[in-house]
């Protein structure tokens, strides 16, 4: 139940009427100061930094060192501005790669359109390699804009929407690499992509199904990666031993991926296997070609479960299953953050979606 005007904290009270005030007046109008304010509320002059506080990270002021602090564009005024989605270049909607961000942008897209706001795109680079920076596209960026940011790519523009500040809601597609970039993503809503559970769920399903020796398809090198991490939680929670010998380390090319599945599969008498979990598509379809040129049939000797989906998968000769999560889901929510305008970090969970094919 909302609370009543009483039961809030003083501050948010506060922030609430200078909201309304404030957003009544024409933009770059200079406001009281804070202590002008708190000695008209009558409460101390941190309440009322408090207060200004929020309004300057919902994007209603800007605070000039040694001018004071003066009003932006008021809520309608604010509705009309466009939200932006960044991408490192054009470039990226011709590879299967770049399937999430081109996902999570086709999401964003259309809760653009079911909400009646303009969604425009924030092309980054001057081509698709990570510092190779539109420093004048940034430049010109507008304070206090509104931004969608899809994966630690493109923490090269990090520095300026901080010194911007914008809005931003991020799609954390990397929670090991949180740690190393806390800094620079702080402030932004965020949308976790929990990986670790996301194995997890994919080693039960496959233990539903009755397999109980699963080989984890990777491309984590450390140990404590969420992949790996994952991997052992759910082997734990089915009541299943950890085998080192069925977790098999490859990278995405496929190719690759056939070659060394080929490798494990000749040790299979040693190393018994009957169900595979690929972190990626494309070791998915590698580890099917391996096993059809082994001439071992899929589902019925082995399971084969991709820990992401793509259009790939389906078009594959034997369509595999996939669990993944939704990233047009995600695209959609990372906008909805963005309009609901909230001065404190939002972070929300990306859902995961199952699309059980022809491989269990």
């Known amino acids: 139940m909302p609370k009543s005007a009483a039961e809030q904290p003083l501050h948010r009270r506060i ?9 009544a007046l024409p933009a770059n109008t200079r ?8 000695e008209r509320f009558g409460v101390s ?16 002021l800007e605070r000039v060192r040694g001018s004071g602090s003066f009003t932006r564009l008021n809520t309608a005024e604010r509705g009309k501005q466009p939200i932006y989605f960044a991408l490192p270049s054009t470039v990226i909607f011709r590879y299967p790669v770049t399937f999430f961000s081109v996902t999570a942008y086709g999401g964003a897209l259309q809760e653009a359109r079911d909400s009646g706001v303009k969604l425009e795109m924030l092309i980054t680079g001057r081509s698709n390699t990570q510092n190779d920076l539109d420093r004048e596209v940034l430049d010109n960026l507008a304070p206090y804009s509104r931004v969608i940011v ?15 500040h914008c809005r931003v809601s991020f799609l954390d597609n990397q929670d090991e690499a949180e740690p190393e970039f806390a800094r620079s993503i702080t402030g932004f809503h965020k949308l976790r992509l929990a990986r670790t559970e996301l194995v997890a769920q994919g080693v039960k399903l496959l233990y539903a199904a009755g397999r109980r020796h699963i080989l984890l398809l990777h491309s984590g090198v450390r140990y404590d990666v969420p992949w790996r991490r994952g ?37 299979r008498r040693r190393h018994f296997f009957d169900a595979i979990l690929a972190v990626s598509y494309v070791q998915a ?19 084969i479960l991709a820990l992401e989906d793509n ?26 953050q963005l309009l609901a305008d909230s001065p404190e970090p939002l972070v929300e969970t990306v859902p995961v979606v199952e699309n059980f094919r022809c491989s269990i």
């Open 15 to 23: 922030r609430e009427i200078l909201e309304v005030e404030f957003a």
């Open 31 to 38: 406001v009281p100061a804070a202590r002008a304010l708190a």
């Open 45 to 60: 002059y941190m309440t009322v930094t408090r207060a200004l506080n929020d309004l300057e990270n919902k994007g209603l």
């Open 150 to 164: 899809a994966g630690y790519w493109f923490y090269p523009i990090f520095p300026w929407l901080q010194r911007k």
């Open 231 to 267: 991997y052992r939680a759910g082997l734990a929670a089915c009541g299943l031993e950890y085998n080192p010998n069925i977790e098999l380390f490859t990278n995405r090319d496929q190719e690759m991926v056939m070659d060394e599945m080929a490798i494990s599969i000749l040790s």
């Open 285 to 303: 379809v590698g580890a099917y070609q391996a096993l059809r040129r082994a001439q071992l049939t899929v589902p019925k000797d082995v399971s």
């Open 311 to 336: 259009p790939a998968l389906e078009r594959n000769p034997l369509p595999l299953s996939a669990i993944g999560f939704d990233y047009e889901m995600a695209g959609r929510m990372a906008l909805r």
